[in-house]
């Protein structure tokens, strides 16, 4: 009873922890609602060739417009979906969603445009799914493999189960590539980078916040991108905001950028009118001088 438990319990569940577990408990069955009737949308936001300015990468991000509460951050809804395994219906929606709008974009505008989706620890771990489904829908729709990146966090490389490291492996395998996110961040142990074949790091944004002449960041990022070099991989910065950030990053040999400097996330239709009917333009127009 309340009195056995005595006064702890009150000062235990105080009147903001409660609204939090009420605030949760409500975002679990919206949560459930919004898979239901798709309330998610995908967004882009454009990964920079920093030597070029050309934009040839994008990243998927999930966006969630409830029809009461607005836009809810994948910041605040992707660890409940990954505690309660929603992630699974979402992520293969997410999936499902950058593969068709890989081949609506080619087949649109002639352009590959490499997308990237966030895979959690979480479907790594799930026995339900099977890398070969995404990778038959791949083919189904005739798209080259590089056409879809996968982003995964240093977390995931520590993981002991056999299983997460044969999945990983034959993603790479098939053709597909893999970014390590928000490198920096989580574990300092490198020995993961001698097992794993990784394409890109993405070299966290809370190094780049910061970024100045002759700060220790600035050193960091370098050391970043010289180990990165040196195991074959390439090197892609989060979080550029300033032309400063972005001209050090590019001295420092960053190969690409992505950040509210270039653009923020965008709707495809208003990714497609900013980077790809340009480009299409100028495929016709090239098709027509040279006949
Ligand atoms: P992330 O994968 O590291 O994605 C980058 C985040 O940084 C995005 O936040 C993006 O909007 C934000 N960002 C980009 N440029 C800038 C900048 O210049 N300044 C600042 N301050 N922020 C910038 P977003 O979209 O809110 O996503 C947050 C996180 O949620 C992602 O971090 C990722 O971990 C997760 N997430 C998003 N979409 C998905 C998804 O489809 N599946 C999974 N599993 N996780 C997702
Ligand atoms: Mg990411
Ligand atoms: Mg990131
Ligand atoms: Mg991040």
């Known amino acids: 009873s309340a009195k056995t438990h ?69 910041a605040e809804f992707i660890p409940i979906a990954e505690e309660t395994g929603m992630i699974i219906d979402i992520g293969n929606w997410v999936f499902n969603e950058a593969v068709a709008q890989s081949a609506k974009w080619k087949a649109l505008f002639n352009v590959d445009i490499q997308i990237s989706i966030n895979k959690s620890p979480v479907q790594f771990r799930d026995e339900t799914t099977d890398v070969q489904d995404w990778l038959s829908t791949m083919s189904q729709l005739q798209l080259n493999a590089k056409s879809i990146c996968i982003e995964i966090t240093e977390g995931l490389l520590l993981e002991k189960e056999q299983n997460v490291e044969a999945k990983l492996l034959a ?21 993961y980078l001698r097992k794993f074949n990784i394409d890109y790091l993405k070299i966290d944004k809370s190094f780049v916040n910061n970024l100045t002449p002759d700060s220790n960041d600035l050193s960091l990022c370098e050391a970043m991108i010289v180990m990165a070099h040196k195991l074959g991989m390439k090197v892609i910065a989060e979080g550029i905001e300033t032309e400063q950030q972005r001209n050090l990053l590019e001295f420092a040999g960053c190969d690409y950028g992505q950040g509210y400097l270039f653009s923020h996330a965008l709707c495809s239709e208003d990714f497609e009118q900013k980077y790809l009917q340009q480009r299409a333009d100028l495929i016709m127009i090239n098709q027509f001088t040279a006949s």
Not at 172 to 189: I, N
């Open 171 to 191: 993603y790479r395998e098939a053709g597909l590539e893999v970014s390590l996110d928000d490198f920096g961040t989580g574990y300092s142990s490198l020995s």
């Open 6 to 74: 005595g006064r702890n319990r009150f000062n235990y569940f105080t009147p903001a922890m409660q609204s939090d577990a009420q605030k949760r408990m409500l975002l679990v069955q919206e949560l459930k609602n919004a898979v239901l009737q798709e309330q998610f949308e995908l967004y882009y936001q454009p990964i920079v060739e920093l030597g070029s300015d050309s934009v040839i990468k994008a990243e998927a991000l999930i966006r969630w417009d409830h029809p009461t509460m607005g836009f809810i951050s994948p």
